[in-house]
């Protein structure tokens, strides 16, 4: 039987970006004044992107890909609570994510992968990431009620 926390763990789904991939979707997203303000500091650039469009989006830093090894970038897009400790199963479909990227004109971005990720113990979040995770868990709830409303109860 898995723990409840009687907290939820913050996990955050989106898409894994490289660091070469930053810049091209800087220069998509963003206004000309950020880029000449920030010059070639991409995070800093997208990070103020979405502040500015007031856009619950956000890119984490992540150190190690769980396949490549390699550092990564995860473009956040939702957050969902875990009561377990454990990575939430919900998953959008691929489909729907590439049909997303492709809104914004990234159809020929590279390889772009998408998961969920942990947030990262020590890194402040965002202003909208605590209403954005309690919408989440309401949603939760409303979900459980409705669904113990439809079990008949026999003891």
């Known amino acids: ?6 907290r939820p763990v913050p996990y ?13 979707l800087a220069r998509k997203l963003a206004s000309q004044e950020l880029l000449d303000r920030y010059k070639d ?4 650039i997208l990070l103020e992107t979405m502040r500015r469009k007031n ?8 150190p190690r890909h769980p396949e490549t090894g390699l550092p990564f970038y995860l473009w956040v897009h939702f ?8 990575f939430p199963t919900v998953t959008p479909s691929e489909t729907e994510a590439i049909s997303y990227l492709r809104s914004y004109g990234l159809g020929n971005f590279g390889r772009v992968g998408s998961g969920y990720a942990r947030w990262p113990k020590g890194i402040s979040t965002p202003e909208w990431f605590e209403a954005a995770l309690f919408e989440i868990i309401e949603k939760q709830g409303e979900t459980a009620v409705s669904l113990a409303r439809r ?5």
Do not use: N
């Not at 039987?1 to 009687?6: I, L, T």
């Not at 789904?13 to 810049?23: H, M, V």
């Open 55 to 62: 856009r619950r989006q956000t890119f984490v830093w992540y």
């Open 41 to 44: 500091r991409w995070h800093t």
């Open 12 to 24: 955050v789904w989106g898409f894994t970006l490289s660091e070469d991939q930053l810049p091209i």
């Open 151 to 155: 079990i008949r109860w026999d003891p």
């Open 79 to 86: 957050v969902v609570p875990s009561w377990t400790g454990r």
């Open 1 to 6: 039987m898995s723990k409840v926390a009687f």
